[in-house]
C-alpha cells in the first residue's frame, strides 16, 4: 500500500477465494437467522421466567410462609417448576439453536427444512409450558428432572422427533 491508502498490487486468488468464503458463509447464516433467532428467543424467555422461579424459591426459603396457603406457590412445587424450565427450557432450547447453526456452518450447507424446526420450537415451548403447568398444579412425576407429567413428555417428544427428522432430512436428501 502507498501513504493514499491504494492498493499496488492486483488482489490475488485467495484473496477472491476469501470474498466467495464470506458470501457462503453469509448465505448460510440467512438461512438459520429465523429458526435459530426462535430457540434462542425462546430459550431467553424461559431463562427469564426460571430466574424469576429462582428468586421466589430463594425467598420462600427466608420466609416459608409467604403464600403457604395457595398450593401452587409451595416451595416443593416452584422448585421443581424452576429446575425443569431452567433445563428444558433455557438449556435445551439454546442448545438446539445452537447446533441448528454449528450443523450448517459445519456443513457448509445452506439450512432447509426450516418450517420443522420451527415447528419443533413450537411443540417444544407447548410441552415446557405444559409441563411447568402440570408440575405447579401437583401432576409431577416425583422424579428429579423427570417431574414433567406424562402428556407433556409426549409433546417433547414430538418436538425433538421434528428437529431430528430434519437433522436426517438436512443431510440425506
Given at each position: 500500500m502507498?501513504?493514499v491508502?491504494?492498493?499496488?498490487?492486483?488482489p490475488?486468488?485467495?484473496?477472491?477465494a476469501?470474498?466467495?468464503?464470506q458470501?457462503?458463509?453469509?448465505?448460510i447464516d440467512?438461512?438459520?437467522?429465523v429458526?435459530?433467532l426462535?430457540?434462542?428467543t425462546?430459550a431467553?424467555?424461559?431463562?427469564i421466567?426460571?430466574?424469576?422461579?429462582?428468586g421466589?424459591?430463594?425467598?420462600?426459603?427466608h420466609?416459608?410462609?409467604?403464600?403457604?396457603?395457595?398450593?401452587?406457590?409451595?416451595?416443593?412445587?416452584v422448585?421443581?417448576a424452576?429446575?425443569?424450565?431452567?433445563?428444558?427450557?433455557?438449556?435445551?432450547?439454546a442448545?438446539?439453536?445452537?447446533?441448528?447453526?454449528?450443523?450448517?456452518?459445519?456443513?457448509?450447507?445452506?439450512?432447509r427444512?426450516?418450517?420443522?424446526?420451527?415447528?419443533?420450537?413450537?411443540?417444544?415451548?407447548?410441552?415446557?409450558l405444559?409441563g411447568?403447568g402440570?408440575?405447579?398444579?401437583g401432576d409431577?412425576?416425583g422424579?428429579?428432572?423427570?417431574?414433567?407429567?406424562?402428556?407433556?413428555?409426549?409433546?417433547?417428544f414430538?418436538?425433538?422427533?421434528?428437529?431430528?427428522?430434519?437433522?436426517?432430512?438436512?443431510f440425506?436428501f
Amino acid at each position: 500500500m502507498n501513504p493514499v491508502g491504494i492498493p499496488l498490487k492486483e488482489p490475488s486468488v485467495s484473496a477472491a477465494a476469501g470474498d466467495t468464503g464470506q458470501l457462503e458463509r453469509a448465505l448460510i447464516d440467512a438461512s438459520t437467522r429465523v429458526p435459530v433467532l426462535i430457540f434462542y428467543t425462546s430459550a431467553v424467555a424461559w431463562l427469564i421466567l426460571g430466574t424469576l422461579l429462582a428468586g421466589f424459591v430463594s425467598f420462600k426459603l427466608h420466609t416459608p410462609d409467604l403464600l403457604s396457603d395457595i398450593s401452587f406457590l409451595t416451595w416443593g412445587r416452584v422448585r421443581p417448576a424452576h429446575m425443569n424450565v431452567m433445563v428444558y427450557g433455557w438449556a435445551s432450547m439454546a442448545g438446539i439453536g445452537t447446533a441448528i447453526w454449528l450443523m450448517a456452518r459445519l456443513c457448509r450447507t445452506v439450512l432447509r427444512y426450516p418450517l420443522l424446526l420451527v415447528a419443533g420450537a413450537g411443540f417444544w415451548n407447548l410441552g415446557v409450558l405444559l409441563g411447568v403447568g402440570g408440575i405447579l398444579l401437583g401432576d409431577s412425576t416425583g422424579y428429579q428432572w423427570l417431574e414433567f407429567p406424562s402428556y407433556a413428555a409426549i409433546i417433547l417428544f414430538v418436538a425433538y422427533t421434528l428437529v431430528a427428522s430434519w437433522a436426517v432430512l438436512m443431510f440425506r436428501f
